[in-house]
């Protein structure tokens, strides 16, 4: 299923509206995060709700869902890594509001009125990411052979030394 994403939404007409949006979004089309996939498949789906919380301030929340392929710094080879988030985010105008969001709340600086759902979505995506991905299980390494050479190479200088020497040409 897929539902067409406005590039922009008007913050304020949303809030009033009581408007939602729901969706999947490939994420080959975010050009941020695609650079950061091992494979740019897969989709990531959202929902966004605008409305007022109960103090009256205009709030969009946001939930996402994706499987981002990343790649395994460990043993090079592919990983899935789920991504869940539910966020709120409310409109600030400065700093001080900033300062003031209750807990658990986001900031949302507004683009003339204007927010983009498809960066916000970016955005959380990015935030996402762990800082060096990694299979759960060290066991991954059992399953990558070069990955077990280029310890050992590197390591111990032995048997491996010279194929650690290939994948490194300029180490020298
Ligand atoms: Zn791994």
Redesign the pocket.
Known sequence: MFVALPDRVDFWRAVSGGASFRGELALGELPRLRTLLMEPHGVVRFGFDFGRDPDGRGVARATLEAVLRLQ??????V?DYPVSATLTMAAVASLDEVDRLPEGYDPLLLDDRHVRPRDLIEDELLLALPLIP??A?PD??D??LL?DAQIEGEALGGPFAALADWRQPHSH
Do not use: K, T, W
């Open positions: 395994c710094q460990r043993c090079l080879e990983m990694r299979h299980s991954c390494l399953a990558g990955g």
